[in-house]
């Protein structure tokens, strides 16, 4: 398909309506959406009249505070959510003095492991555990830590496959 004069014009008003390159393409006929995108790129019709979105939940008022708050910039720290941190509860201990281990421990109890599994020492928690949990709320902080933010994260090293020609044959 040719870009003709009248072709070129034709696209040019439906840009300037506001529709879609999908939508120009349908109404032209005979030409793709990407036809058109690299036409309208080729032709330099960046600026078209495109009726504002009111975009949701958003408010004057919040618009307007924002706008006069740019200069001054959030910490991360400020940002952080303040969640605050359940107090300590000892770990359970049986009435005979034992303490839960993988023998007695049942499904609504703490299974925080304490200790090194290697020793007899070992033991979990053992408190009730929050509505169907495998924790109690004090090992469920500790579990459950909000993600960090992007920028907040270390760098992490990527380990790339060498190159297909230098690979080792397998044998």
């Known amino acids: 398909m040719a870009w003709t004069d009248d072709r070129v014009e034709q696209l040019k008003k439906l840009w300037a309506e506001g529709l879609s390159a999908a939508q120009i393409a349908n109404k032209m006929g005979g030409v793709t959406r990407n036809a058109v995108i690299g036409k309208v790129h080729r032709l330099g019709l960046s600026g078209r009249a495109t009726p504002a979105k009111p975009q949701r939940g958003r408010t004057y008022e919040a618009t ?3 706008e006069n708050t740019a200069d001054e910039k959030p910490s991360s720290e400020s940002m952080k959510p303040v969640i605050p941190e359940p107090a300590f509860i000892a770990p359970a201990v049986l009435d005979s003095g034992d303490r839960m281990t993988v023998a007695n421990i049942k499904n609504n109890m703490c299974k925080w492991p304490i200790g090194d599994p290697a020793t007899d020492d070992f033991h979990f928690c053992g408190q ?3 509505s169907g949990k495998s924790y109690c709320a004090y ?7 909000p993600p960090q933010r992007r920028g ?3 760098p992490q090293r990527r ?3 060498p190159p297909a020609g230098k690979r080792r044959a397998a044998g």
């Open 64 to 66: 307007e505070k924002r």
């Open 128 to 130: 009730s555990t929050l």
């Open 139 to 145: 090992h469920a902080h500790m579990a459950f830590q």
């Open 152 to 154: 907040e994260r270390p």
């Open 159 to 161: 380990v790339l496959a």
